[in-house]
Nanobody, 127 residues
């Protein structure tokens, strides 16, 4: 069982930066691939980024590639999402999620493939 709690969201102007954190509980946290998703009002939950158990493999959606960086500190049971050059279209509730295996893109980019989810943190980017 893994419990996840996101933090770090807020209101920022376009071009600004935020760092989201996802704190995990459980001794097996370091075994999980961790994904970030986001959901804007009235829209589906979309894949943002993912990394494998040791952070050696990372993947991003095209919309955030080059602006966002995902990382983890397994000693602290935390996963980070550094978001730079934010745009109004990045406004959404951001969620972290855990799955045992990274898998291929059709796996890690699909919300239904994740077993555990945090409650989400709101990110609002003003123009």
């Amino acid at each position: 069982q893994v419990q996840l709690v996101e933090s770090g969201g807020g209101l920022v102007q376009a071009g600004g930066s935020l760092r989201l954190s996802c704190a995990g509980s459980g001794r097996t946290f370091s075994s999980y691939a961790m994904g970030w998703f986001r959901q804007a009002p009235g829209k589906d939950r979309d894949f943002v980024a993912v990394l494998n158990w040791n952070g050696g493999n990372t993947y991003y959606s095209d919309s955030v590639k080059g602006r966002f960086t995902v990382s983890r500190d397994n000693a602290k049971n935390i996963v980070y999402l550094q978001m730079n050059n934010l745009k109004p279209e990045d406004t959404a509730v951001y969620y972290c999620a855990a799955r045992l295996l990274l898998g291929v893109r059709s796996d890690y980019s699909t919300p239904a493939a994740y077993a555990y989810w945090g409650q989400g943190t709101q990110v609002t980017v003003s123009s």
